[in-house]
């Protein structure tokens, strides 16, 4: 089947202005997570969604960041008002884990973000 | 809070050479472990892992064990090849309810003919 897809794979912005993230997840994976990639680091979480509960948002670095995820399947991150150390590489990652540790997370490409 | 630490690279090495990337975690609980890699022009993959202590996880010649006394998960591969070239990510996931994964800041292989 189809793994989980983000879009767009490359979005370049300007200072200030507001951009969108998509991440489509593997069907019927019910927890999904958004994680950040800053050049040289290792991934940083930002967010994640289990089911219909209340999502854990404590890895979000301000409030300019924010996201939802509607019936349970594509996610969308939100980032307002875009400063240039929000550029990063956005992936997104789902799976059937119901929480506990042990499962896998399988990643999208990435949304490499550029902010001028 | 949950940390990983991995060696610092980048490391080249000639084919068939022995490979070992060092990794050690902190953690509260008994978090479960992984070796994520991502090849040239792909996405992130799990190359392996290991949920309870003394688990060795193996794949595609790739092993490491869940060192709990030196909380340590190297990874290790007895004869690299030219395709083994790619950033490797030691991660690690607690087993609250979360289940975020936490990662290593990557090391970049580069396996010369």
């Known amino acids: 089947g189809a793994g989980v897809s983000q879009s767009p794979s490359n979005k370049v912005t300007e200072k200030g202005k507001d951009v969108e993230l998509r991440c489509d997840p593997i069907s019927g994976h019910t927890a999904l997570y958004w994680y950040r990639q800053r050049l040289g680091q290792g991934l940083e979480f930002l967010i994640y969604?289990?089911?219909?509960?209340?999502?854990?948002k404590s890895g979000l670095p301000s409030d300019r960041f924010s996201a939802e995820r509607t019936g349970g399947s594509v996610s969308t991150l939100t980032i307002q008002r875009t400063q240039q150390e929000d550029s990063a590489v956005y992936l997104c990652?789902?799976?059937?884990?119901?929480?506990?540790?042990?499962?896998?997370?399988?990643f999208g490409p990435g949304t490499r973000l550029t902010v001028l | 809070g949950n940390s990983v630490t991995q060696m610092e690279g980048p490391v080249t090495l000639s084919e068939e050479a022995f490979l070992t990337i060092n990794c050690t975690y902190t953690?509260?609980?008994?978090?479960?472990l992984f070796w994520y890699v991502q090849y040239p022009g792909e996405g992130l993959q799990l190359l392996l892992k290991a949920t309870k202590a003394d688990d060795k996880g193996s794949n595609k010649g790739f092993e490491a064990t869940y060192r709990k006394e030196t909380t340590s998960f190297h990874l290790e591969k007895g004869s690299v090849q030219v395709s083994d070239s790619a950033v490797y990510f030691c991660a690690l996931s607690s087993s609250g309810a979360n289940s975020k994964l936490t990662f290593g800041k990557g090391i970049t292989l580069s396996v010369r003919p």
């Open positions: 953690a509260t609980g008994y978090p479960s």
């Open positions: 969604f289990q089911g219909n509960s209340a999502p854990d």
């Open positions: 990652a789902s799976s059937s884990s119901s929480g506990g540790g042990t499962d896998t997370q399988y």
